[in-house]
């Protein structure tokens, strides 16, 4: 699986949209690119994944740049329950799934 | 429909002591994996398995063994535990299809003193 950048931690407040950036310069024609979420105590949850084109499902958003090298996790109104550290990851590869360090995401009330 | 689901929770071992750790699905998944993640860190992958009968080894294998002797169940076992085995476990399982959701059950934390 090809690697990912993300920022160590963010913050946003309560109610309001949250951008969660990666970075993939070196992704290839047949990564998809996956998020997933892990809650305090918690497995980690799949939240959305995309080829190229934009995807929206209940959860949130993703928005790919048109030369695939990043995008961008978009939770449309964070709440609380948002909090969590988001991890980015590309699949090229069926049989295995390989995770990085990933995004701390801090909601303020 | 209970999932993906880990036993035990907790465990707390001596170094040299042996163990395994079960994990069991009952959505019918093909993929199954097993993970660990030290503090601050992320996942990390162990061994995974693309069907009953089959496993194989990820980033991080060396210590543990493997085995998928029926679909639903993988078992992770250490031999001899040591310090360095301390961590959080997370097992997921996932349908075929190149793309699919994995689902991950809710840990067991392992200590090794």
């Known amino acids: 699986d090809a690697k990912t950048t993300q920022p160590n931690s963010m913050e946003s407040n309560e109610e309001e949209p949250v951008h969660l950036p990666c970075n993939h310069s070196?992704?290839?024609?047949?990564?998809?690119i996956h998020w997933y979420r892990q809650l305090p105590s918690q497995g980690p949850e799949y939240v959305i994944h995309?080829?190229?084109s934009n995807v929206n499902n209940r959860m949130a958003s993703l928005a790919i740049a048109e030369d695939r090298k990043s995008s961008t996790l978009i939770l449309h109104r964070a709440t609380l329950r948002d909090a969590a550290v988001y991890y980015c990851?590309?699949?090229?590869?069926?049989?295995?799934?390989?995770f990085g360090t990933g995004t701390s995401l801090t909601v303020i009330p | 429909n209970a999932g993906v689901t880990q036993t035990p929770k907790f465990r707390v071992l001596k170094t040299g002591q042996s163990m395994t750790l079960l994990c069991a699905q009952d959505?019918?998944?093909?993929?199954m994996y097993w993970y660990r993640q030290d503090p601050g860190m992320g996942l990390r992958l162990i061994h995974y398995?693309?069907?009953?009968?089959?496993?194989a080894k990820g980033e991080v294998p060396d210590g543990y063994n493997v085995s998928r002797l029926k679909k639903q169940n993988f078992l992770l076992g250490l031999e001899s535990a040591a310090p360095s085995q301390t961590s959080v476990y997370f097992c997921?399982?996932?349908?075929?299809?190149?793309?699919?959701?994995?689902?991950f059950g809710q840990g067991t934390r392992l200590t090794v003193v």
């Open positions: 995309g080829l190229t």
């Open positions: 959505m019918n998944h093909e993929y």
């Open positions: 997921a399982s996932r349908t075929g299809g190149l793309h699919t959701e994995a689902f």
């Open positions: 070196t992704i290839s024609g047949t990564d998809y």
């Open positions: 398995s693309v069907g009953e009968g089959t496993t």
């Open positions: 990851i590309l699949r090229d590869d069926p049989n295995q799934f390989y």
